[in-house]
T-cell receptor, first 110, second 115 residues
Framework: KQEVTQIPAALSVPEGENLVLNCSFT??????LQWFRQDPGKGLTSLLL?????REQTSGRLNASLDKSSGRSTLYIAASQPGDSATYLC?????????FGTGTSLTVIP | EAGVAQSPRYKIIEKRQSVAFWCNPI?????LYWYQQILGQGPKLLIQ????????DSQLPKDRFSAERLKGVDSTLKIQPAKLEDSAVYLC?????????????FGPGTRLTVT
C-alpha cells in the first residue's frame, strides 16, 4: 500500500520568506503527483500537477519538483504572503487510487 | 465555469440514522470521485465513477455506504446506518476523465457530525 508523508506537519514563517514543503511516497510507480491547498472549512484547490515523466512544474511563485526514484516531491513557495496561509496537501495517483498525505499547515506572519 | 457543487454543507445526525449527500460535477467532466476526510487526515478515496460506471470502490465500506451516479452527471453518496466514526468531511471531486494528466477539482465538502 502506498504511504504518503508530509514534513513538517506545521510551519510558521515571516512574510517574504521563501519556503519548501516536502512530500515523500513509498511506491515510485506513480502516474502523477498533485499539490493542493486547503483553506479552513473549504475544499481543495489544485495548485500543480506533475506527470510521472516530468521533473518539475511552475505556476507563478510556486514550483513543484518530482524525483520518482527517491520517492520525493517538494513544493517551493517564493516570497511568501499572508494569503498563502493554508494547509498544503500532496497526492499521488497509483493505478486507480489516489493517496493523500496529511498535509503541512502553513502560517505566514505579516 | 461553475465549480463542483455539493449539498448540504453541514449535517448533524444521530448514530444509526441515514444520511445522503449530493454532488454536481463540473459540466463535461466524465469522472467523479467521493472522498472522506477525517479531521487531521488527508482525504481517502471512497469511490470513483467514469460516467455512470464504477471504476474503483475498493475503500468504500459497502455494508453501510452506497453511491450512485445515474445518467453520468449528478451523484449521491448514502450512509445507512451511520456510526460515530463516520463523522468527517465528505468531498466530491471531478475531472475531465481519469487519464493520468487530468487534474481533480474539488467541491466545498459536506461536514457530517454523528452524535
Amino acid at each position: 500500500k502506498q504511504e504518503v508523508t508530509q514534513i513538517p506537519a506545521a510551519l510558521s514563517v515571516p512574510e517574504g520568506e521563501n519556503l519548501v514543503l516536502n512530500c515523500s511516497f513509498t511506491d515510485s510507480a506513480i502516474y502523477n503527483l498533485q499539490w493542493f491547498r486547503q483553506d479552513p472549512g473549504k475544499g481543495l484547490t489544485s495548485l500543480l500537477l506533475i506527470q510521472s515523466s516530468q521533473r518539475e512544474q511552475t505556476s507563478g511563485r510556486l514550483n513543484a519538483s518530482l524525483d520518482k526514484s527517491s520517492g520525493r516531491s517538494t513544493l517551493y513557495i517564493a516570497a511568501s504572503q499572508p494569503g498563502d496561509s493554508a494547509t498544503y496537501l500532496c497526492a499521488v495517483k497509483l493505478g486507480n487510487q489516489f493517496y493523500f498525505g496529511t498535509g503541512t499547515s502553513l502560517t505566514v506572519i505579516p | 465555469e461553475a465549480g463542483v457543487a455539493q449539498s448540504p454543507r453541514y449535517k448533524i445526525i444521530e448514530k444509526r440514522q441515514s444520511v445522503a449527500f449530493w454532488c454536481n460535477p463540473i459540466s463535461g467532466h466524465a469522472t467523479l470521485y467521493w472522498y472522506q476526510q477525517i479531521l487531521g487526515q488527508g482525504p481517502k478515496l471512497l469511490i470513483q465513477f467514469q460516467n455512470n460506471g464504477v471504476v474503483d470502490d475498493s475503500q468504500l465500506p459497502k455494508d453501510r455506504f452506497s453511491a450512485e451516479r445515474l445518467k453520468g452527471v449528478d451523484s449521491t453518496l448514502k450512509i445507512q446506518p451511520a456510526k460515530l466514526e463516520d463523522s468527517a468531511v465528505y468531498l466530491c471531486a471531478s475531472s475531465l476523465d481519469r487519464g493520468r494528466w487530468r487534474e481533480q477539482y474539488f467541491g466545498p465538502g459536506t461536514r457530517l457530525t454523528v452524535t
